[in-house]
């Protein structure tokens, strides 16, 4: 029977400087697609994979992501005497119960790994789910539900990846495969066995890129305490990722789905087109704007 994966860590410390003058006094998991600020869609995502506890792990901007996951009453009550319903639904269906959710300062931005070892206290020593809010998954099933369910058959670590193009390989960190396939579908889950952070075109090891979704075993925590500043004298979390390798089960999903790098500003865009694309409400006005755009230029 394997430890139920019971609570979920954001780390939302970084500068985001690929988003200046936007991030300039707004983390970038403020920044909204469509009408839902990033964070709240990786949330949601977590709750949708039945996870409890929700830890955060900011730096600039707290308050406002406090505030974003907090009762708003003076606006609640407002909404609820004009009697929109549909308003106040929005704003107060996605927001955890009181004690489940928890918030620790990073304090210097040292990495992802250096953020996600700022948690270890709040998690303690069971099995944990890391999103990275601004790798945005647009899919039928919520990618860490996808991952959740491949965590129950498998256990152990599980990280989500993605075929990337050769040049983009020293943006990701990369795996090989135990049985060294280069390519895999959706869907499928593959053993790893080794790991490099952002490796050049020509020495990368294969095109599979591991992007921001994760289940780690809590020994990361022992790993990340013995990690040294890796490439850009960052605490890499692929460091102690790959330290883990061959001591605990560790897979790959090839999740099914749609990722967009909501910290770069082509991807954010494109994200936005997406998600207004693929809704009801708005979608028809966006389709019909952008196809006169094309048509046009
Ligand atoms: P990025 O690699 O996108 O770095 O972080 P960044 O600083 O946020 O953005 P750029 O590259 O300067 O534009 C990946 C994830 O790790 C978190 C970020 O918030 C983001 O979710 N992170 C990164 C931290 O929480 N702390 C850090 O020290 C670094």
Redesign the pocket.
């Given at each position: 029977m394997k430890q139920k994966v019971r609570t979920a860590v954001?780390?939302?410390?970084?500068?985001?400087?690929?988003?200046l003058p936007a991030?300039k006094a707004m983390?970038?998991?403020m920044l909204p697609v469509v009408d839902k600020p990033l964070i709240q869609y990786a949330l949601e995502e977590a709750q949708a994979a039945g996870i409890e506890n929700f830890v955060f792990?900011t730096?600039r901007g707290k308050t406002v992501i406090e505030d974003h996951f907090d009762h708003s009453y003076e606006l609640e009550d407002t909404l609820r005497r004009r009697g929109k319903e549909k308003a106040l639904e929005q704003i107060d269906a996605f927001v955890p119960p009181a004690g489940r959710v928890a918030y620790t300062r990073?304090m210097?931005?040292?990495?992802?790994g250096?953020?996600v070892a700022c948690a270890a206290g709040l998690v303690g020593r069971e099995p944990f789910a890391v999103l990275?809010?601004?790798d945005l998954i647009l899919s039928r099933t919520p990618c860490l539900k996808q991952m959740v369910d491949a965590y129950e058959e498998v256990g152990g670590n599980i990280v989500a990846a993605m075929e990337v193009a050769r040049e983009d390989t020293q943006r990701y960190g990369i795996i090989t495969t135990t049985d060294g396939v280069a390519a895999v579908a959706a869907g499928e889950l593959v053993s790893v066995a080794g790991l490099v952070e952002k490796p050049a075109p020509d020495a990368s090891p294969s095109r599979l890129a591991v992007i921001?979704r994760y289940i780690l075993q809590p020994e990361v925590f022992d790993r990340l305490a013995e990690t040294v500043p890796g490439a850009g004298g960052?605490i890499q979390l692929t460091d102690a990722l790959a330290a883990m390798i061959g001591r605990s089960p560790f897979h790959a999903l090839a999740f099914e789905g749609e990722r967009f790098d909501c910290?770069?500003k082509a991807g954010f865009l494109c994200a936005n087109l997406a998600f207004a694309l693929a809704r009801k409400d708005i979608g028809p006005a966006v389709a019909e704007f952008v196809g006169q755009r094309l048509m046009s230029s």
């Open positions: 954001f780390p939302v410390g970084g500068l985001g400087t690929r988003f991030t983390p970038k998991e792990v730096g990073q210097h931005p040292l990495g992802l250096h953020a990275l809010a601004d921001g960052e910290g770069d």
